[in-house]
Nanobody, 126 residues
Framework: QVQLVESGGGLVQAGDSLRLSCVASDRRFTGYSMAWFRQAPGKEREFVAGISWTGTSTYYTDSVKGRFTISRRNPLNTLYLEMRSLKPEDTAVYYC???????????????????WGQGTLVTVSS
């Protein structure tokens, strides 16, 4: 079971930027489609952004398009989420997730991902 560890969360003001990182424990990461999900208090976990195992394709939920950028560095087994122009509604626990088996598409359902990190809290104050 690959381990995923997120970092980079914190308390920021609206309009600020933040970069999240997710480090995988081994090289199986290179064959995983990866994604960021988030869960706000009292809400269901939702898809934020995903990237193919090749790193050539990305997909974003509408609310973060143009503000968030997902990327990966396979030699470092690391996934990133660059977040700009943060809004209070971006406040949530952010989770990285991996789907193994060299997936052909970027999936958006929680159930599609079998590997999860412990989450990192992002709080955006107004």
């Amino acid at each position: 079971q690959v381990q995923l560890v997120e970092s980079g969360g914190g308390l920021v003001q609206a309009g600020d930027s933040l970069r999240l990182s997710c480090v995988a424990s081994d090289r199986r990461f290179t064959g995983y489609s990866m994604a960021w999900f988030r869960q706000a208090p009292g809400k269901e976990r939702e898809f934020v952004a995903g990237i193919s195992w090749t790193g050539t394709s990305t997909y974003y939920t509408d609310s973060v398009k143009g503000r968030f950028t997902i990327s990966r560095r396979n030699p470092l087994n690391t996934l990133y989420l660059e977040m700009r122009s943060l809004k209070p509604e971006d406040t949530a626990v952010y989770y990285c997730a991996g789907e193994g088996g060299y997936p052909r598409q970027i999936d958006t359902a929680v159930s599609d991902y079998e590997h999860w990190g412990q989450g990192t809290l992002v709080t955006v104050s107004s």
